[in-house]
């Protein structure tokens, strides 16, 4: 099984969403649907920029923690345009 990160971006608030998960375009859809009621409801429409694929659950999680910790819109918008963590 593969696992992944993925990261949204929400034009309407000018925010990025970083996130895991076992099926990234199920999440997107739950981000931009009527049944969201998690802060990225005030982001939709989300857009897909980016899913990082991983062998292992602890790697994706590992990354995630790694991308978010950061906290730097320049070093998020990096991990998009290289397509891989820095």
Do not use: C
Not at 14 to 40: A, M, V
Not at 62 to 86: C, F, N, P
């Amino acid at each position: 099984m593969m696992y992944y990160v993925y990261i949204l971006y929400s034009s309407k608030i000018d925010k990025y969403y970083i996130g895991y998960s076992e099926n990234p375009k199920k999440r997107l859809e739950f981000h931009n649907s009527t049944f969201n009621k998690i802060w990225s409801k005030r982001g939709q429409p989300w857009k897909l920029k980016l899913t990082l694929a991983f062998n292992s659950k602890r790697e994706a999680l590992k990354s995630e923690k790694l991308i978010k910790g950061k906290k730097s819109r320049a070093y998020t918008e990096a991990v998009i345009e290289a397509k891989r963590i820095l």
